[in-house]
Nanobody
Framework: VQLQASGGGLVQAGGSLRLSCATS????????MSWYRQAPGDQRELVAG???????TYADPVKGRFTISRNNAMNTVYLQMNSLKPEDTAVYYC?????????WGQGTLVTVSS
């Protein structure tokens, strides 16, 4: 299983970005896909997750600003990030959980300038 994240970049505060994570390999129909982020000096933290049935969860700091979605036919997960803040600056990682195994993508850098 491989995950390829893309869509990061530099954006001004208040702007938007859309991250994508494409998966390949043996993807099961039942899984959970998530986005995590890690800022310099901080631990990696959950941003949002979505199950194969569409149930979602969000970290409190991003509720109302970020939206996670997925395309099951393409085994791709997205993270629409609106109203970005400087504190959203981090490397964003996608993760796939299936059959009690976690797979990580390589990360994409999001930088929000003030």
């Amino acid at each position: 299983v491989q995950l390829q994240a893309s869509g990061g970049g530099l954006v001004q505060a208040g702007g938007s970005l859309r991250l994508s994570c494409a998966t390949s390999g043996s993807i099961r129909s039942i899984n959970t896909m998530s986005w995590y982020r890690q800022a310099p000096g901080d631990q990696r933290e959950l941003v949002a997750g979505i199950t194969s049935t569409g149930s979602t969860t969000y970290a409190d700091p991003v509720k109302g600003r970020f939206t996670i979605s997925r395309n099951n036919a393409m085994n791709t997960v997205y993270l629409q990030m609106n109203s970005l803040k400087p504190e959203d600056t981090a490397v964003y990682y996608c993760k796939l959980d299936q059959r009690a195994i976690a797979y990580w993508g390589q990360g994409t850098l999001v930088t929000v300038s003030s």
